[in-house]
């Protein structure tokens, strides 16, 4: 985004410059061939005398050429301003390049913490369960109802039951202890 409105202010600001770079050439050249001033290219090397212009046409050379020089100045800055342009551009790329390598890792690290997310919520929701299982028990056991009342006395019985059994085991164990201490005493007299 960044990089496309660069794009875009430098060629705006630079159309013009070029333009009036292009329209000062365009005038010069036609100026020359009006004139007949031959361009340097045309000219050959070993013909020094006739690439001398005559005196009446120096007035007019000297402001061809100081037109040249000012568009050869202005094509100077034109390629300075270009160059820097170029610069800013890879100084721009690269930091979109990081700023795109920035975004994939906080990408990564926002995918790795729903991760979590999910993982936390879903130990939440086991955590409730087994809470609302917990307290329906504790309801259960404490509620005065009749449902609860019966499973309560049901248990009791139960654990009466248990513990009657044990009591008679231990009778007969206790019991049976005795008749081996009576045998015992009695195999000694």
Not at 42 to 47: K, L, Y
Not at 96 to 116: H, P, T
Not at 154 to 162: A, Q, R, Y
């Amino acid at each position: 985004m960044v990089l496309t409105n660069i794009v875009e202010d430098l060629g705006k600001s630079a159309y013009p410059v070029i333009s009036e770079v292009l329209k000062d050439m365009v005038k010069a050249t036609v100026q020359q061939n009006s004139e007949g001033i031959p361009t340097p290219s045309a000219t050959p090397p070993s013909d020094n005398a006739s690439s001398v212009p005559p005196k009446h046409e120096s007035k007019d050379n000297k402001h061809i050429t100081v037109n040249i020089d000012k568009l050869q100045t202005q094509y100077d800055l034109l390629s300075q301003r270009m160059s820097s342009f170029e610069k800013t551009l890879n100084n721009d790329e690269n930091k979109r390049k990081k700023l795109v390598n920035i975004r994939n890792g906080l990408e990564r690290e926002i995918d790795a913490s729903k991760a979590d997310i999910q993982s936390l919520e879903h130990k939440m929701s086991c955590a409730e369960i087994e809470s609302h299982d917990l307290e329906v028990l504790l309801e259960v056991e404490t509620s005065e109802s009749w449902g609860a009342k019966t499973r309560r006395d049901i248990h009791m019985e139960k654990m009466e039951k248990s513990l009657a059994e044990i009591d008679c085991f231990i009778l007969r164990l206790e019991e049976r202890q005795r008749n081996l201490e009576d045998k015992a005493n009695n195999s000694d007299d």
